[in-house]
């Protein structure tokens, strides 16, 4: 009989090749308490700004009135992407010493970030179904890691990240589809992999701790299903400055294997393709809910 599977929990990484290991091993780790108190509070304040549109124009989202609170405004949305590109305060925070001492250690000296995605999930938004990052940001070396910030205590009842331990390893991108199931938001999902619900293991986080996690890592949200309240998170992609990032069709007369998305932001090492300069590629954007449909 196979034992279920045991949430995770936080670890001393302190110790040369702790953290390092267990992230081979089960495609995550969680870095407790990486931010403080102070730095949270400074980060919802300024996802009320965001959702405001004080910072700047986000594509699809609906124009606040000065009427409405904070709360009417931000209960609109599900995910903002690209905050960095609106606020220096989720910049900076990409460039979090605590992340990206984390990410030196995974990755390795040169790494770059090439998103940034904003969730708020108010009490009855949907979850996104099970995907694997790397489905949607190709990397070449399989370098790309998730740092899936909890600016609220994460939990299951209000709709906290599910993971699949140990689902990267063989490096496989399963094969994904559109679904009509209400829990999730607009995203595919993936499926035909060997595991099952029942392999799937919960990942708590209080506010101020970060999961980092393996782009080929399968992992899923459900809704949130609290009576009132958010789960406000701040995810990052990252991956190593020296891999070329085929996010982006080639340019014209340019062949795809020297295909190379440049709007990216460095966060430690050297950028060994500092020489192509960074472009401005996208925009802040909000995700669709499923709310009125999906509109692909």
């Known amino acids: 009989m196979t034992a279920a599977p045991v949430a995770p929990s936080a670890t001393d990484f302190s110790a040369p090749g702790v953290l390092e290991g267990r992230y081979e091993q089960d495609g995550f780790v969680i870095l407790k308490d990486a931010l403080s108190r102070p730095e949270l509070d400074a980060l919802l304040a300024e996802t009320a700004r965001i959702c405001r549109g004080e910072l700047g124009e986000i594509d699809g989202a609906v124009s606040s009135s000065p009427d409405e609170t904070d709360d009417e405004v931000i209960r609109r949305f599900l995910c903002v992407h690209y905050p960095h590109k609106l606020s220096s305060l989720m910049l900076d925070t990409m460039r979090h010493p605590a992340i990206v001492e984390s990410l030196t250690r995974i990755i390795g000296p040169d790494v770059k970030a090439m998103q940034s995605m904003l969730f708020v999930k108010a009490e009855g938004k949907p979850g996104q179904a099970w995907h694997q990052d790397e489905m949607f940001i190709p990397t070449r070396d399989r370098s790309l890691t998730a740092a899936w910030i909890a600016l609220d205590d994460a939990t299951v009842e209000n709709g906290c990240l599910w993971v699949l331990p140990g689902s990267h390893r063989d490096g496989v991108i399963y094969p994904n589809r559109e679904h009509d199931d209400p829990r999730y938001d607009c995203t595919v999902e993936s499926f035909d992999f060997p595991w099952t619900d029942d392999d799937a293991v919960p990942v708590e986080l209080s506010a101020g701790s970060v999961l980092l996690f393996n782009g080929y890592l399968l992992h899923k949200s459900l809704p ?27 340019y014209e007369g340019q062949s795809m294997a020297q295909a190379d998305f440049r709007d990216v932001v460095l966060v430690a090492g050297r950028d060994p393709y500092a020489y192509k300069g960074i472009e401005q590629l996208r925009k802040p954007r909000i995700r669709p809910d499923r709310d009125g449909g999906c509109d692909r």
Request: charged share 10%; net charge positive.
């Open 224 to 250: 949130n299903t609290g009576r009132h309240g958010y789960r406000r998170a701040l995810a990052n992609h990252y991956m190593s400055a020296a891999s070329l990032l085929p996010w982006a069709l080639p």
